[in-house]
């Protein structure tokens, strides 16, 4: 946790919007469990694909057709033999395992976090 206060202008800058999962594997190659997902967040965004440590709570078949809440304004970040283009967000569970930051009901892809 940062001392810093952020400012209204900075939060703006992070784009976090909602994307629906439209395939999921696993990343074979990664260094810890971890899935390809692509995520697509509709108009003018498109699909971005990205690597996600979730694999004690989800299946790459439970992922599929679920809304999830994401950066896509970092900058692609090559993982292992991938190309990420967005940031899938979460929690920590108790136990240290991720959990998908979601929205509480349906909303259209590409929809920017209000």
């Known amino acids: 946790m940062s ?21 999921a594997e696993v990343f074979a190659k990664a260094r810890r469990p971890a899935y390809i997902l692509q995520v697509d967040f509709g108009e003018p965004v498109g699909t971005r694909k990205s690597s996600a440590q979730i694999t004690d709570h989800y299946t790459p078949e439970s992922l599929i057709g679920k809304q999830v809440v ?9 993982i292992g033999p991938i190309m990420s283009e967005c940031l899938v967000t979460g929690f920590h569970d108790a136990n240290g395992h991720v959990v998908l930051a979601v929205p509480d ?7 920017r976090l209000a």
Do not use: I, S
Not at 105 to 111: H, I, K, L, R, Y
């Open 70 to 78: 994401a950066v896509v304004n970092f900058p692609p970040k090559q």
């Open 105 to 111: 009901g349906a909303v259209p892809n590409g929809t």
């Open 3 to 23: 001392d810093t206060p952020l400012d209204w202008n900075e939060f703006q800058r992070v784009e976090l919007r909602v994307g629906t999962v439209t395939h």
